[in-house]
T-cell receptor, first 115, second 115 residues
Framework: EAGVTQFPSHSVIEKGQTVTLRCDPI?????LYWYRRVMGKEIKFLLH????????ESGMPNNRFLAERTGGTYSTLKVQPAELEDSGVYFC?????????????FGAGTRLSVL | QKEVEQDPGPLSVPEGAIVSLNCTYS??????FMWYRQYSRKGPELLMY????GNKEDGRFTAQVDKSSKYISLFIRDSQPSDSATYLC???????????????FGQGTILTVHP
């Protein structure tokens, strides 16, 4: 069974440009989470999808970030326009139906560098 | 104050040593406690999972949760060079209306086990 897949693995962009990150969850997993780790800080929650619906987007930093999960399968996270402080590693995780105490499986992350 | 505090280390031990990793937390609603292991350039991988208070053992790994003290621990016995990684504590609550399973992480402890 394939795990959570994220790409690109690394993206280097200039300030002001747009970047789109993609996450393919484990097949059949209803829940999809996005997290981010900024250098020197802990991994922080960004948002949570249940199938195609946004369940909780309380962690999204601002309106430059837009997440979608069309058809309840893969998800994209777009940053437009990117700022220097957006640099970090973006992780995606998925879990099965329901949410209480579900084990979340993580992808390898996308390392975003904004210059 | 952070919700979860974890000493980032780094921690360096000789092969065969017993390693103790700890996290403290402030949110009494946390019910699910996890330890993830992350190798360089990889995503977090679930190592141990505990619900509420108590101990759990899996091979060389033991996880302990003391909810009265808001303190969790991970012990690694007979540590091996292959255990060298970043260890992340993570937790979630049972309050469906506010969190839906999102994980709150500690900063992670970098562990090196040298031969």
């Amino acid at each position: 069974e394939a795990g959570v897949t994220q790409f690109p693995s690394h993206s280097v962009i200039e300030k002001g440009q747009t970047v789109t990150l993609r996450c393919d969850p484990i097949s059949g997993h209803d829940n999809l989470y996005w997290y981010r780790r900024v250098m020197g800080k802990e991994i922080k929650f960004l948002l949570h999808f249940v199938k195609e619906s946004k369940q909780d987007e309380s962690g999204m930093p601002n309106n430059r970030f837009l997440a979608e999960r069309t058809g309840g399968t893969y998800s994209t996270l777009k940053v437009q326009p990117a700022e220097l402080e957006d640099s970090g590693v973006y992780f995606c995780a998925s879990s099965q139906q329901g949410w209480r105490g579900n084990i979340q499986y993580f992808g390898a992350g996308t390392r975003l560098s904004v210059l | 104050q952070k919700e979860v505090e974890q000493d980032p280390g780094p921690l360096s031990v000789p092969e065969g040593a017993i390693v103790s990793l700890n996290c403290t937390y402030s949110n009494s609603a946390f019910q699910y406690f996890m330890w993830y292991r992350q190798y360089s350039r990889k995503g977090p991988e679930l190592l141990m999972y505990t619900y509420s208070s108590g101990n759990k053992e899996d091979g060389r790994f033991t996880a302990q949760v003391d909810k009265s003290s808001k303190y969790i621990s991970l012990f690694i016995r007979d540590s091996q060079p292959s255990d060298s990684a970043t260890y992340l504590c993570a937790m979630s609550d049972d309050a469906g209306g506010t969190s839906y399973g999102k994980l709150t992480f500690g900063q992670g402890t970098i562990l090196t086990v040298h031969p």
